[in-house]
């Protein structure tokens, strides 16, 4: 079983070939390709995590879709004051498919 643990985004995510994963907003490449960065390789029972021997791993994903998130709806009030607002956001997001881990 080979797995990789990336880093994008913010956060870190368990990956094998033919996983898809919805990441914060990533620009692709020309041919719709990224490179992910590996924090941990996992190849049957070797593990790496050394820096040296993970600059050698590339991860690479092709973006299927970008997309946005749901809706989160903030609301801010103070009791007696008047005072209210009312605030919405909506992340963008990526769907990416894991295409190899070498």
Do not use: C, W
């Not at 190849?43 to 997309?67: C, N, Q, Y």
């Not at 009791?79 to 992340?91: E, V």
């Amino acid at each position: 079983m080979v797995y990789a643990v990336v880093r994008a985004g913010g956060r870190q995510e368990k990956v094998e070939v033919g996983t898809i994963v919805v990441l914060d907003r990533i620009k692709a490449d020309e041919n719709g390709n990224i490179e992910l960065a590996p924090v941990l390789f996992v190849d049957g029972d070797k593990i790496t995590h050394e820096a040296k021997a993970l600059a050698k791993i590339t991860v690479t994903a092709e973006v299927l879709s970008d997309l946005r998130g749901p809706k989160v709806v903030i609301q801010k009030f103070k009791n007696k004051t008047g005072y209210k607002k009312r605030q919405g956001f909506r992340a963008d997001l990526t769907r990416v498919k894991i295409t190899s881990i070498k």
